[in-house]
């Protein structure tokens, strides 16, 4: 798969996915795109050695902790990964060298997770959706197909132009996300043993948010990394009950929804959470390859995710396999599937 929708007028460049041969071709522009690399695994070690092992020409090394996201705060309220700071992500764009003329690329090692993270933060900050692509398949992709390497440390060029104030991508709260489960869709990207409740190795509580559907991210791509056509996501999330009328530009319903959330199921809006507000973006990214979504009306991102959720004893969490009873926050806990 070599990606869906040209952006930017340039031959062979792609977006929102964009091959290995593709971007090997767009490195010989005469502007050749921003490329990303943000390796990075629960647990560590961190990205940053094997990135001085090996990457892709010309790319800057980018930490997911510091630089695509903002600190914790004591209790956890906002998450692991809360969203960064308008100065701290202004930093990063410049010393990155990216405006609003660039063309840029995230790459990762895994399933395409953490370079999403990238790519919806990019989006956030308002770079233009043909501008801002995801290696599809990543540095296994690119090494496989025997493309140039380079080792060390890698500078680019200072940017002072900026980009316009975050706030381009819609963002649920936790109210937001419980009365988006409650009237839409809300997609829970962590694996399924996570949303049922069986394990949790790092937030507070087990069990997913009442009335979340499970979406692990971890099937948006086949056995080779690569990310599934189109036809076939559309089809896995219409399964879980997302349809067409995404596109529609029909707005989420529900508090702490952001400007141009996507529609979904009757048209009350479709949005994704994870552990922390990462893979779930890749659930965003997916749904906007599959087309239930468009780049003006995409999937909103409960940024806090489970982190946030069950950083309060206040708000009901369901086990199992099924959704459970959406509920208020703060309410009890709901009927069926609980704890």
């Known amino acids: 798969m070599t990606g869906v929708g040209a952006g930017g007028g340039e031959a062979g460049w792609r977006a929102p996915l964009i091959a290995p041969g593709d971007l090997a071709a767009a490195l010989g522009d005469e502007l050749p795109p921003v490329v990303l690399d943000v390796r990075w695994r629960l647990g560590g070690p961190p990205g940053r050695a094997d990135h001085l092992a090996g990457h ?6 980018v930490d997911l902790d510091t630089e695509l996201a903002g600190p914790t705060v004591p209790g956890g309220a906002g998450g692991r990964h809360p969203l960064p700071s308008a100065e701290r992500l202004g930093a990063l764009l410049a010393r990155c060298g990216i405006d609003a003329q660039s063309r840029v690329v995230a790459y990762d090692d895994a399933d395409g997770s953490v370079a999403a ?33 380079e080792q060390g440390e890698t500078s680019g060029p200072v940017s002072t132009a900026g980009l316009p104030a975050a706030g381009s991508m819609p963002v649920l709260d936790a109210d937001g996300a419980a009365a988006l489960a409650a009237g839409g869709v809300l997609l829970d990207a962590r694996a399924g043993a996570r949303y ?57 319903e529900g508090a702490g929804a952001g400007p141009g959330a996507g529609g979904a199921a009757g048209g009350a809006g479709v949005g994704a959470y994870c552990g922390s507000g990462v893979t779930a973006s890749s659930v965003v990214l997916a749904l906007e390859v599959a087309g239930l979504t468009t780049p003006e009306h995409p999937a909103a991102l409960y940024a806090g995710s489970w982190s946030d959720w069950s950083s309060d004893p206040g708000r009901p969490a369901a086990t199992g ?19």
């Open 321 to 339: 396999p099924e959704p459970g009873t959406a509920g208020t926050p703060g309410a009890g806990t709901p009927r069926g599937g609980t704890q």
């Open 196 to 252: 049922r409740g069986e394990t949790e190795p790092v937030d507070p509580r087990a069990g997913h948010v009442p009335g979340a559907v499970s979406a692990p991210s971890a099937e948006h791509v086949g056995p080779d990394g690569r990310w599934l056509a189109p036809a076939d996501l559309a089809a896995r999330f219409r399964a879980l009950g997302v349809d067409g009328a995404a596109a529609d530009g029909a707005a989420a």
């Open 117 to 149: 993270r990238a790519w919806w933060l990019l989006r956030w900050a308002g770079l233009p959706a043909d501008r801002v692509a995801v290696l599809d398949g990543g540095w296994a992709a690119w090494r496989a197909e025997g493309r140039p390497e």
């Open 56 to 61: 892709v020409p010309g790319a800057l090394f």
